[in-house]
C-alpha cells in the first residue's frame, strides 16, 4: 500500500492553481491581448491593402475610359477636319474648273479663228496665260480658313497613306538628314507647325526637323518635301493638274480638227 499525504497533495494543487492563476493573469491574458493587438492589426492591414488594390483597380478603369474617349474623340477630330477639308476643296475645284471651262471656250473659240499650225505652237503660252489669271482670280477668293483646310487635308491623307507608302517614306528617309523642307504661301501657326512635325515625324519613324519658307505663289496649302518625295496639296499644284489635263484635251482636239480637215 502507498502511503500517501493527502496533505501534501492538496498542498501541492493548491500551489498548481495558485500557480495557474498567476500565470493566466501576469502571462496568458496579456499575451492573449497581444495576439488579438497582432491579429486586429494584421486584418487592418489586410483589409487596407484590399481598398488600395480595389482603388488602383478603379483608377486604371477611369484612365483607360478616358484615354479611349479621348482617341475616340481624335479620330472624330480627324474625320471631320477631313471631311470639311474635302469639301472646301472640292468647291474650290469646281469654281476654278467653271472658270477655267468658260476661259478655255473663248479660247476655242479663237483658236478656230487662226490657222492649226499657229495655235500649235502658241497654246502652250495661252494656256500659261489662261493658269496664271486662274491663279489670280483663285488667290482673289481664297481665304486663311481654306488654307487651313488644306493644311489640314494634307495632314489627315498622311495618317490614311498605306503602309507600302510609309515603308517608301521611311527608307527614302533613313540615310538623309531628318529634315523636312516645307512651303507655304502664308507663315504656319505654331500649332500647324506642331502637328505637321508630328505628322512627318510618325510618317519617316524618327523625329523630322521643319524647314519653312513662304511663297506666296502656291496660293493656298502647302508642300512638303522629305528627300526627293513630295508631299503638294497646295492651289497651286491643283491648278498645275488642271493646266496638263486642259492640254492633253487640246492637243487631241487639234489633231482631230486636222484630221477631219484633210
Known amino acids: ?14 500551489n498548481f492553481g495558485v500557480l495557474v492563476v498567476i500565470l493566466n493573469y501576469l502571462v496568458f491574458r496579456p499575451l492573449r491581448r497581444k495576439l488579438n493587438e497582432r ?5 487592418d492591414a489586410l483589409q487596407n ?5 480595389a482603388e488602383a483597380v478603379q483608377l486604371r478603369t477611369t484612365w483607360e475610359t478616358r484615354m479611349a474617349g479621348i482617341e475616340r474623340e481624335r479620330e472624330d477630330i480627324l474625320g471631320q477636319a477631313k471631311r470639311e477639308a474635302e469639301a472646301r476643296t472640292a468647291d474650290l ?27 500649235s505652237e502658241s497654246f502652250d503660252e495661252i494656256l500659261d496665260t489662261i493658269i496664271e489669271l486662274a491663279g489670280n482670280v483663285v488667290q482673289s477668293v481664297t481665304t486663311r480658313r481654306a488654307h487651313d483646310d488644306l493644311v489640314n487635308n494634307l495632314l489627315a491623307q498622311v495618317y490614311q497613306m498605306p503602309q507600302d507608302q510609309v515603308d517608301t517614306y521611311r527608307r527614302v528617309m533613313a540615310g538623309r538628314t531628318p529634315t523636312a523642307f516645307v ?3 502664308v507663315a504656319l501657326s505654331a500649332e500647324q507647325t506642331r502637328n505637321l512635325t508630328d505628322t512627318v515625324s510618325s510618317l519617316a519613324d524618327r523625329r523630322i526637323e521643319l524647314q519653312v519658307s513662304v511663297d506666296p505663289a502656291l496660293i493656298a496649302g502647302i508642300q512638303v518635301r522629305l528627300g526627293d518625295r513630295l ?29 477631219d480637215a484633210r
Do not use: C, H, K
Request: zero cysteines; charged letters at 35%.
Open 49 to 53: 491593402a484590399r481598398d488600395q488594390e
Open 39 to 43: 491579429g486586429g492589426a494584421v486584418a
Open 231 to 259: 508631299l503638294d496639296n497646295s492651289i497651286r499644284n491643283q491648278l498645275g493638274r488642271v493646266r496638263s489635263r486642259v492640254s492633253q484635251e487640246l492637243v487631241e482636239r487639234l489633231s482631230l480638227e486636222e484630221r
Open 183 to 185: 512651303t507655304t504661301p
Open 1 to 14: 500500500m502507498l502511503d500517501l499525504d493527502w496533505r501534501t497533495i492538496l498542498f501541492q494543487i493548491i
Open 93 to 119: 475645284y469646281r469654281e476654278t474648273r467653271q472658270r477655267l471651262d468658260l476661259l478655255t471656250e473663248q479660247m476655242r473659240r479663237d483658236i478656230r479663228r487662226q490657222r492649226s499650225e499657229v495655235v
